[in-house]
């Protein structure tokens, strides 16, 4: 029995070993469709009789969608093979078996979980699955909420949404204490303050929802608020800032545009020396910010970076942010980008695959007020399946809105009213509702499956390394594997153009696909310097390109797999090694 046989049953296969269950579960699923629209109004006419299936217009129909359809799936076949441990290359893999089915099933049924009298059962079948997510990361999943959305782009917006919610509100309480009673302004402290301060003083000096709702910059006139603020506090108001790490994705850059608050309003926060959000620089930014008179919006730290797919040490982070608001009474909201890495939080707390430091950062998501999830990446669900956790309902507050169209009282709050996307699929609901209730999101579960794409890792890791001029670059959190190609001594700039041409054979190649990144020396200056002095390199360019392997597929881990791919995948790069040109003067 192999290593993979735990889970093997809830994947269709390289080979589509699994394709006569697979094929008889589509007939079952496509077979209670038909069953159930055939008896749901049984005593309605049909609308399609055999007249019209007789019909030339029919029948030319249908041979066009045929012959459409088989044009399809004939382009299709030059898709890139996702599905294949051959395919290395980006952060998706092949689907799982109750992801796919979940997924297909509810699309079948197409419900728009913008509200419960448009989707049933896709609303609550929703509030189960994001409970079993919330659940995995260490949320408690009575307490926790969140919603589906396209991806994690759209989480980040959605979690920057609850942050400036709960940072416009702080501030307004802050500027109406101000105006109507004399309390000097620090705008920095009144956006900071905990729930309990801020209760505290709204009942001591009377003030309502009403005062507050006057002074919000998010309801009413942004520009005038900024006046009202500067003058309150005596100097002026120049907006919050978002801190995250120099590593961040691209998605912070869109909120700080997004929500209006100037790409300057980004502050990124300096790396350490392996490339991971550095604590002390954390606490430079956060003292400048308030030497600025300029709250932090939210406090960023990542669970699987994009490049490296590192964990950012964020139980220093939280302890750093939770000695604030116990000491300072300073509260600042902590979201965790765990888009790619959150899923390793189904392994056991103390899997020996990971490091000490990575379990401890694991451990530490649960401690975030927002949690950003993409089961379709190591969740193994299909696109697009994005997910947002918070930690607790008053966490989860938003500005109100009102469509009549969609609200019924009895019905209760309906979820369009505090997501960013208003019609949203159940597709993505279903297809973790599913993997849940099968493969489970815990050590046994899910767990197994990135245990195998760990121990892939460090197959391919341990391989690449007998090539002498492979340099493999360290740290290495999870199942990313990044590595360049240098002579002994070479410079950077030689190193640089041998890999690029080492990925550029690979990627003409058919056999293995991979991509390239590139770490600047502005943010990753220490981590470059590490790995020049691996081989004795000098660094005479202010950035090092890497080929980058993504072992996202969980065959990796079956060691006859291993055996079978892991010759031919090391005869490839050590052939595109050789063939990398000499740089004169290197």
């Known amino acids: 029995m192999s290593e993979t046989a735990g889970f093997c049953a809830h994947f269709l296969g390289p080979k589509s070993e699994n394709e006569v269950w697979l094929r008889s579960q589509v007939e079952a699923v496509l077979d209670h469709l038909f069953d159930w629209r055939k008896g749901l109004f049984a005593g309605d006419a049909a609308a399609i009789g055999p007249e019209d299936r007789a019909s030339a217009q029919f029948q030319a129909g249908r041979k066009a969608l045929e012959t459409r359809l088989a044009e399809l799936t004939d382009l299709l076949r030059d898709e890139a093979p996702t599905y294949s441990p051959r395919y290395l290359g980006h952060m998706v893999s092949e689907t799982s078996l109750p992801a796919l089915l979940g997924h297909f099933t509810a699309l079948l049924h197409n419900p728009n979980i913008t509200s419960k009298e448009a989707a049933k059962v896709g609303v609550p079948l929703e509030a189960e699955a994001i409970a079993m997510l919330a659940q995995m990361v260490g949320f408690d999943p009575q307490a926790a909420v969140g919603h589906f959305t396209s991806g994690g782009t759209v989480a980040n917006l959605e979690a920057v949404w609850r942050a400036r919610f709960r940072l416009d509100h702080r501030l307004a309480l802050g500027l109406a204490l101000a105006e109507e009673h004399g309390v000097p302004l620090d705008p920095f402290a009144a956006a900071h303050m905990t729930e309990a301060r801020a209760r505290e003083l709204a009942a001591r000096y009377g003030i309502e929802d009403a005062d507050m709702r006057a002074r919000s910059a998010v309801l009413g006139n942004p520009l005038e608020i900024a006046e009202r603020l500067g003058r309150a506090s005596g100097r002026p108001w120049r907006g919050p800032v978002l801190l995250a790490p120099g590593h961040k994705h691209y998605s912070w850059i869109k909120a700080a545009n997004v929500f209006g608050l100037g790409e300057e309003a980004f502050w990124p926060v300096a790396l350490d020396a392996e490339g991971r959000l550095s604590p002390a620089a954390l606490a430079v930014r956060i003292d400048e910010a308030r030497a600025a008179g300029r709250p932090v919006l939210a406090v960023v730290g990542v669970a699987g970076t994009t490049e490296l797919g590192e964990l950012d040490p964020l139980d220093a982070v939280a302890d750093q942010l939770a000695e604030l608001r116990d000491r300072q009474g300073i509260d600042i909201w902590f979201h965790v980008d765990a888009a790619y890495g959150g899923f ?85 609901a279903a297809a973790v509702w599913l993997a849940g209730k099968t493969l489970g999101f815990g050590p046994e579960g899910l767990g197994a499956v990135l245990r195998a794409t760990l121990r892939g890792r460090r197959a391919i890791a341990e391989a690449l390394a007998q090539i002498p001029q492979v340099r493999l670059l360290s740290p290495a959190d999870t199942n990313i594997l990044c590595f360049s190609v240098a002579e002994e001594g070479e410079a950077l700039s030689a190193a640089n153009a041998r890999t690029a041409a080492l990925h550029a054979q690979i990627a003409a190649s058919p056999g293995f696909s991979m991509s390239r990144t590139v770490l600047g020396a502005e943010t990753c200056g220490d981590l470059i310097d590490a790995h020049l002095a691996r081989f004795g390199g000098r660094r005479d360019a202010d950035r090092l390109v890497l080929v980058r392997c993504v072992t996202m597929n969980p065959f ?31």
């Open 344 to 428: 390793f939080c189904a392994l056991s707390p103390d899997e020996p695959l990971l490091g000490a430091a990575q379990r401890r950062a694991l451990r530490a998501v649960a401690r975030a007020d927002t949690v950003t999830v993409d089961p379709h990446k190591l969740g193994y669900a299909p696109y697009a399946c994005g997910a947002l956790l918070v930690r607790d309902a008053a966490r989860d507050r938003v500005s109100s809105f009102a469509a009549p169209y969609v609200e019924r009282a009895e019905l209760g709050a309906a979820p369009w009213t505090r997501t960013l996307e208003g019609s949203r699929p159940a597709t993505g």
């Open 556 to 586: 990796w881990g079956d060691p006859a797999v291993r055996q079978d791919l892991l010759p031919e995948l090391t005869a490839e790069v050590a052939r595109a090694v050789a063939a990398t040109p000499a740089v004169a003067g290197a």
